[in-house]
Nanobody, 124 residues
Framework: QVQLVESGGGLVQPGGSLRLSCAAS????????IAWFRQAPGKDREGVSC????????FYSDSVKGRFTISRDKAKNTVYLQMNSLKPEDTAVYYC?????????????????WGQGTQVTVSS
């Protein structure tokens, strides 16, 4: 059974850092794209970053490029999102999701399974 469990969210001041984790079970990371999405109140779900394939190709939205880094630990079957230089506009619920063939960050509807989400709040 496929399961994704996010953790690592919290309250952080602007300019601070957080690392989110997405622990996966029921499938092997190599065979699937794992993406991070976020959703702020009143806004559409936004693709933030994605990692895919044997070599771990990674992709980022323009809004987080240079500040966020996605990575994975195959031994732990876990994907991470290191978030640095956080801004108030990064405040949202962050979700990880998986699909079997490539990253489609603008199409959350194409992702099969989702975690429950973890809240990230950036505020002074």
């Amino acid at each position: 059974q496929v399961q994704l469990v996010e953790s690592g969210g919290g309250l952080v001041q602007p300019g601070g850092s957080l690392r989110l984790s997405c622990a996966a079970s029921g499938f092997t990371l190599d065979d699937y794209a794992i993406a991070w999405f976020r959703q702020a109140p009143g806004k559409d779900r936004e693709g933030v970053s994605c990692i895919f394939g044997t070599y771990g190709w990674s992709f980022y939205s323009d809004s987080v490029k240079g500040r966020f880094t996605i990575s994975r630990d195959k031994a732990k079957n876990t994907v991470y999102l290191q978030m640095n230089s956080l801004k108030p506009e990064d405040t949202a619920v962050y979700y990880c999701a998986q699909r079997s063939s490539g990253c489609m960050m603008r199409r959350p509807d194409l992702y099969y399974d989702w975690g429950q989400g973890t809240q990230v709040t950036v505020s002074s």
